[in-house]
């Protein structure tokens, strides 16, 4: 994995020093915008390492085509693209290891999670169980807190698809995190329709 800046070392912006520009403006970029990606990633993966290694792949690469992505309509919801395709492959890779090694366990394994507090683990296996797109409009939503119309831009789908995947996406969070209510209200439901 490249870097995305070493003193002296030639990019594909050419020389750095002739770059300086590029270089500032990068890094403000990342100043600014480090601790939101890690927080997507981190939601997206469940794993402080992946996700680590995940905006870090992400940044990288973002500087080596740093052109590309100041000419983006927004580089940040560009970056942000790529951190959710490189954390939808990195959990992609996680299950199929597991899967090859018959070694797959308990989603809520993969990850640390300092204090362990039953709830904590509990919704975050629930999103990572989520499918991908779902999991990404759920996340974006509700861990960071963006709008919709940045969501669809970000993710390049319709706002009817962001609204139909997050509310979809809730529905199966409610349900895996609480089964039992889901059950009652179901029965609730049908009894009451029986009964009139």
Known sequence: MSKPWAAGSPTR???VA???????EFEDFFRRHHRELARLAYSMTGNRAE?????????ASAWE???RVQGADSPLAYVRKIVVNLSVERVRTAVRDRQRHRLMTPLTKWFYHPPDIGGAVDLQAAVLALPPG??????????????EE????????????VKSQTSKGLAQ???QLDPGRVATSATSTRTTRKEA
């Open 173 to 175: 969070l409610r349900s």
């Open 134 to 147: 779902r999991r990404a409009c759920v996340v974006m939503r509700h861990v960071l807190d963006l709008p």
């Open 13 to 15: 912006l050419g020389n």
């Open 65 to 67: 085509h740093w052109d």
């Open 18 to 24: 002739g770059n300086a520009s590029a270089k500032a």
């Open 150 to 161: 940045e969501v669809a831009r970000t993710l390049g789908i319709s706002l009817g698809t």
């Open 51 to 59: 996700s680590d290694d995940v905006v870090g792949e992400a940044l």
